[in-house]
């Protein structure tokens, strides 16, 4: 009776251990292509700051520009854009708000991609992903 225990419990923990095992080789199946280096696609991929930098150009050189951001309801994501921005576009100090001569517009998910309205100024350049700089209308 005591081999018959014995052989029972070897026989339950060899299949937890072939379903542990199992399970471990199906999640990295599944994700393989995630993990797998691919450095055609990773130099096509834009990070956010070297989107920004497309505006350095454009804008004043140095100064305060206005910074507009869609993520009104998260202060943390809003203030990390912000600073994200500012850290890309150095040495421009960005602040919230529009009452400057150039504005930066970052309407990435929203819908429409327009995050920004002020009849006193106008779309200066349209960039991917709903980054836009506006620039004050002349009086």
Do not use: W
């Not at 299949?15 to 542990?20: K, M, P, S, V």
């Not at 951001?69 to 600073?83: G, H, I, P, T």
């Not at 400057?100 to 002020?118: E, K, Y």
């Amino acid at each position: 009776m005591a081999r018959l225990t014995l052989r029972i419990k070897i026989v339950v923990f060899c299949l937890i251990g072939l379903f542990a095992l199992y399970s471990n080789l199906r999640i990295i199946n599944k994700e393989a292509d995630r993990l797998r280096f691919h450095p055609e696609e990773r130099m096509q991929e834009e990070t956010k700051d070297q989107s920004l930098g497309k505006l350095r150009g454009l804008a004043p050189l140095n100064g305060v520009v206005g910074y507009v951001s869609e993520q009104q309801s998260d202060m943390v994501q809003e203030n990390y854009d912000l600073f994200l921005a500012e850290y890309a576009l150095c040495p421009l100090i960005l602040v919230k708000g529009a009452k400057r001569p150039f504005v930066i517009a970052d309407c990435g998910r929203s819908a429409d991609g327009i995050c920004f309205f002020d009849t006193d100024y106008a779309v200066f350049k349209s960039f991917d992903h709903g980054l836009r700089i506006y620039r004050q209308k002349q009086k």
